[in-house]
């Protein structure tokens, strides 16, 4: 005898990936400054020569403004500051200033930096190229981890290690459209 109650387990599964789809692949990422957030883009990382730091990125938008943050994995008397450069793929030179922006938090220095709607609709234009940064020593008279760095946006590796160039613009897009 067949039961007359048959589970859907086509709706279920149905249902379970555009609920999937849905919260994972629209969902809003924030970034913190102070006591108020920011809806950003998910923090990306370029493919660094450096075996012994990670250094990410990450856009936001909040106050009619823009902004580019960059963390670095330092010692707490290491931090990032001075111009931020960003090189696009088309030649343009971005200059970010330094307007004192900084946080330290679980051995990660971050640097915030204000990016104009100009430059953010020259960023969806063209993609980085790279970014120029410095690590500064704030107690200490030098240290061999102060300098100049940059992280350059190419691909890298091959087979299931290859890792493709960020594909900035699209970053840039999908957090203001």
């Not at 343009?92 to 307007?99: G, K, L, Q, Y």
Request: with cysteine.
């Amino acid at each position: 005898m067949k039961s007359q109650f048959q589970f859907p387990f086509k709706k279920v599964l149905i249902a379970f990936i555009l609920l999937f789809h849905f919260t994972v692949g629209y969902s809003q990422s924030l970034f913190f400054m102070g006591d108020k957030s920011y809806p950003s883009t998910g923090k990306f990382s370029f493919n660094s020569d450096s075996y012994f730091t990670k250094v990410e990125f990450l856009i936001a938008k909040g106050n009619g403004k823009g902004y580019i943050a960059i963390s670095r994995n330092n010692s707490s008397s290491l931090r990032i500051e001075g111009k931020l450069i960003i090189y696009l793929d088309d030649g343009t030179v971005i200059t970010c200033i330094d307007r004192k922006k900084y946080d330290h938090v679980n051995g990660i220095a971050t640097t915030v930096y204000h990016l104009t709607n100009e430059e953010l609709n020259k960023m969806q234009r063209s993609n980085i190229n790279s970014i120029r940064y410095s690590v500064k020593c704030t107690t200490c008279i030098s240290s061999t981890a102060e300098g100049n760095y940059a992280e350059a946006n190419k691909s890298s590796g091959s087979g299931y290690r290859e890792q493709a160039r960020v594909n900035v613009p699209s970053l840039i897009w999908a957090l203001y459209n």
